[in-house]
């Protein structure tokens, strides 16, 4: 079994769900495998793609798609990010089991059940209720202890900062500052960031005892980060 080559793992999901088929495993272990050729390397976030059940973050009837290494439209015209994304984005993280991490954009939930599965201690916010009701409703089925809120993410989420991890799952104008300020010290914070709506650089952001770092990293393309620090909504 796979997972038994990371020590120390303890999984967060039932490898058992009834909805996860050997034909799904394999599947997810193939995709896997497409993403470590593609340069994903860190154990952490392989043992995690390769235990969570993408397909139920789908709709029975696009469950056959979810192995694909794709995005894909969810509610609200929102979209499960591409697995090589989640991986890159969390590989990004240089997160440590234990670690408190704020997800900004729950969407489906996936990215989410990925940074649990990761063993951090997960919040994550959306501002779509229909998808909070939808993430939320998708980790309840998995036994997940991630929390999942209605709030306006560009704004950090106060109540339970300071973080150690936070990660934007949407592409804003800039790097809002108070997401920066709900870092702990030595915290990491991974935003897609652009001048566009459509095309956006990965910024790696350190908060660092002598002050905050910025590293630019490859292109990507996200649905927008809406909100007080997010692109404005278009009018008429
Ligand atoms: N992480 C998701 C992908 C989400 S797509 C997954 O794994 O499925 C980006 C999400 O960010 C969308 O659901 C969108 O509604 C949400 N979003 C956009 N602006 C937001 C904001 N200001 N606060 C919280 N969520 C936001």
Redesign the pocket.
């Known amino acids: 079994m796979a997972l038994g080559r990371c020590r120390n793992y303890q999984p967060m999901f039932k490898n058992s769900h009834p909805e996860d088929s050997a034909i799904y495993q394999a599947r997810r272990r193939e995709l896997v495998e497409e993403l470590q050729q593609k340069g994903i390397q860190d154990p952490l976030v392989l043992a995690a793609l390769r235990q969570v059940p993408r397909h139920l973050?789908f709709a029975p009837e696009f469950r056959q798609f979810a192995y694909r290494d794709e995005a894909f439209p969810?509610l609200?015209g929102?979209?499960?990010?591409q697995p090589y994304t989640?991986a890159y984005q969390s590989q990004l993280l240089l997160a440590k089991p234990g670690m408190k991490v704020l997800?900004?954009?729950?969407?489906?939930?996936?990215?989410?059940a990925v940074l649990e599965a990761m063993q951090l201690q997960v919040v994550s916010?959306?501002?779509?209720p229909a998808?909070v009701a939808l993430a939320a409703k998708t980790l309840k089925l998995l036994d997940s202890k991630v929390k999942v809120l209605q709030?306006?993410?560009?704004e950090g989420y106060l109540p339970e900062a300071p973080y150690d991890r936070i990660l934007v799952?949407?592409g804003a104008p800039a790097v809002p500052s108070t997401l920066v300020s709900q870092l702990k010290p030595g915290g990491i914070l991974v935003i897609p960031v652009g001048h566009g709506r459509n095309d956006q650089k990965m910024v790696r952001v350190y908060r660092e005892a002598d002050g905050i770092r910025h590293e630019v990293l490859g292109d990507f393309r996200?649905?927008?980060?809406?909100?007080k620090h997010?692109w404005k909504e278009e009018k008429g």
């Open positions: 973050f969810i609200s929102q979209t499960i990010s989640v997800e900004i954009g729950s969407g489906s939930g996936y990215q989410a916010v959306e501002i779509i998808l709030s306006d993410g560009s799952t949407a996200f649905v927008p980060l809406t909100g997010g």
